[in-house]
Each structure stands twice: as structure tokens, then as C-alpha cells.
Nanobody, 122 residues
Framework: QVQVVESGGGPVEAGGSLRLSCGAS????????MGWFRRAPGKQREGVAA???????MYADSVKGRFTISKDNAKNTLYLQMNVLKPEDTAMYYC????????????????WGQGTQVTVSS
């Protein structure tokens, strides 16, 4: 069984930065493709960023140039550096693992964390 645990969320003012972390226990293949998703109040969960073990990345248009996803393969730890945060970035952020390719689509991710709340005030 793979466990995924996020941390690093919290309140921040618009224009500020936060760094989210995600630890994934279990076998290496389960963490080969990982991603960050978010669900804003009243909205569906959406893909934010994804990365594979070779360092290839994918971003949602809304966060390109502001967010950076990275991964420490040795530690099975995923990060999301979020800069120039906006109130519309307010959401519960989820880490996901266990996909079989690089993607921002939810269905191919098998393992999910409980989420960490990010609240951006104007």
C-alpha cells in the first residue's frame, strides 16, 4: 500500500510564496509519475502540475511561470514551489502518485493524499 502525505499549506497574502511537500512511501514505480492537483471552493478538482522521474514536467496554463514542480527521487518526495500567489489559487492542494504516464488528468493517478489547504488573501 502506498501512502501519500502533503504538508506546507497555510495562509499567505497575495503576491507571496509557499512551498508544498509530498512524501510517498512504497515502491519506486508508484512514484515514477507524480502530480499536484487542487480543488477550489465550489469547483471540481483540477490538475496543477505533474512530473516524471526524468524531470519532464507539465503545468496548467493558470500556473505557468509562477509554480514549479520538482522531485527528489532518492527521497520519494515531491515539491510545489508557488510564487506570486493570487486569491484564485486558494484551494485544497492534493498530491497524487501511481500514474503510468505524465498527465494532469485525475483518473490515471492511483494514490492520493488527504490534501493541504492554501488560502491566499488579497
Amino acid at each position: 500500500q502506498v501512502q501519500v502525505v502533503e504538508s506546507g499549506g497555510g495562509p499567505v497574502e497575495a503576491g507571496g510564496s509557499l512551498r508544498l511537500s509530498c512524501g510517498a512511501s512504497g515502491t519506486t514505480p508508484s512514484s515514477r509519475y507524480m502530480g499536484w492537483f487542487r480543488r477550489a471552493p465550489g469547483k471540481q478538482r483540477e490538475g496543477v502540475a505533474a512530473i516524471d522521474s526524468y524531470g519532464s514536467t507539465m503545468y496548467a496554463d493558470s500556473v505557468k511561470g509562477r509554480f514549479t514542480i520538482s522531485k527528489d527521487n532518492a527521497k520519494n518526495t515531491l515539491y510545489l514551489q508557488m510564487n506570486v500567489l493570487k486569491p484564485e489559487d486558494t484551494a485544497m492542494y492534493y498530491c497524487a502518485a501511481g500514474a503510468w504516464r505524465l498527465s494532469l488528468g485525475e483518473p490515471i493517478y492511483k494514490y492520493w493524499g488527504q490534501g493541504t489547504q492554501v488560502t491566499v488573501s488579497s
